[in-house]
């Protein structure tokens, strides 16, 4: 484990974050299948991880009482979840949680809702602080997540967010989770590189 790694896990956990670490991503997935199957209600947020570690397709077949977040409706009933999954967009060394968000689904789950946040990432998510997560969003997470969703934005073509007004765009609302109520974030650290 890097002392970047280290001193994320020890400032969030100093932040109020329960941490959990993995070194691999399938020993993330059944830590955290561990976890859902005490669930009454299990809803998500779009998140590349989450789908890269098949949470998704195990619950379903485990018959666990998951909800998608596919539509207007299922993403309003997500804020009333029991267990809510989602990724970050960069978590920092100093311990927060730095997020862009299109919709507002996912960052209005993480601020106010459901029981428990579960924030699954790739050691990929962690930089220095909060403006080195913003610029990470700007670099990496954007442009990606906008070509994964097939959005016509220019940073699909730059590859670079330009701060556009398109009305594709993805990046509407800005969140950063501090210092959370105490047990409701719970945060899955994986060792490999996951997500965008």
């Known amino acids: 484990m890097t002392p970047s790694i280290q001193r994320a896990i020890e400032n969030l956990k100093k932040n109020r974050f329960e941490v959990h670490y993995f070194d691999t991503a399938r020993a993330a997935a059944d830590g955290i299948m561990d976890k859902l199957r005490a669930a009454r209600s299990i809803s998500r947020g779009g998140s590349a991880t989450v789908d890269a570690l098949g949470l998704i ?14 539509s207007r409706e299922d993403r309003m009933a997500s804020l009333e979840a029991q267990y809510y999954l989602t990724g970050s967009n960069a978590i920092t060394e100093d311990g927060k949680l730095v997020n862009i968000d299109g919709a507002g689904n996912r960052v209005a789950a993480m601020s106010f809702g459901p029981e428990k946040v579960f924030v699954l990432a790739g050691i ?11 610029e990470r969003i700007r670099t990496v997470a954007a442009p990606m997540n906008a070509q994964r969703l097939g959005r016509k934005t220019p940073c699909v ?14 990046c509407r609302k800005n969140m950063v989770v501090t210092r959370p109520e105490k047990g409701r974030f719970e945060i899955f650290l994986i060792g490999e590189n996951l997500g965008f």
């Open 157 to 170: 073509a730059s590859g670079m967010c330009s701060d556009c007004d398109s009305p594709e765009r993805i």
């Open 57 to 70: 397709e195990r619950m379903q077949k485990e018959g666990l009482p998951f909800r998608d977040y596919k």
């Open 124 to 134: 990929n998510k962690i930089v220095p602080d909060e403006a080195a997560g913003f």
